[in-house]
């Protein structure tokens, strides 16, 4: 199993910057406003976005450490429902024509209502994945959410600095080797 100083090691020289900021943001030090267990879930979140297997496996076995059942899977429920719904209502945003909006969207979506765990954690990790989704108007409704429930700015911040961290990482770990992790380190 990796640690993260492994996988840290396993960044090119050019990913320095990463490397560097992955130490930093999955602390409480480094990541202002959240506990130990939003950072890890807002993590395996991220990488679960990132579709890249392997690093998503590795980044699990690391935030397992600091993880519930319920929180790993909330994680990546977030990571499937946003991969919908950030395509569904960016088309909304970008159509430019209000009448998509008042049809229903007949998608669903039961876990973001019943998610199984404090409902401002699984509103954390939508809005991270929303955001490596790119998907502004989520971007926008789930931080709402977040400051209704109590969330600081920096906390919001702190969550969007992970997932950009995360999947900045796991991008460059599978273009750098041309493999995903863990298959070019077993080599």
Sequence with gaps: MSTLESLRESLPGYARDLQLNLGSVLTTAGAPGLTERQIW???LAAASTSRNAAFTRELQALAARHLDAAHINAAHSAAAV???????????HL??????AKLPARLRMNVIGSPGIAKADFELLSLAVSAINACGTCVVSH???LRAHGLGREAVQS???IAATVHAVARVLES???EQFGSAAAA
């Design 176 to 178: 750098s080797t041309g």
């Design 82 to 92: 946003m991969a919908m719904n950030n395509v569904y209502y960016r088309f909304l």
């Design 41 to 43: 879930a807002v993590a």
């Design 95 to 100: 159509v430019e024509d209000e009448e998509y």
């Design 143 to 145: 931080e709402r959410q």
């Design 159 to 161: 969550a969007v600095r």
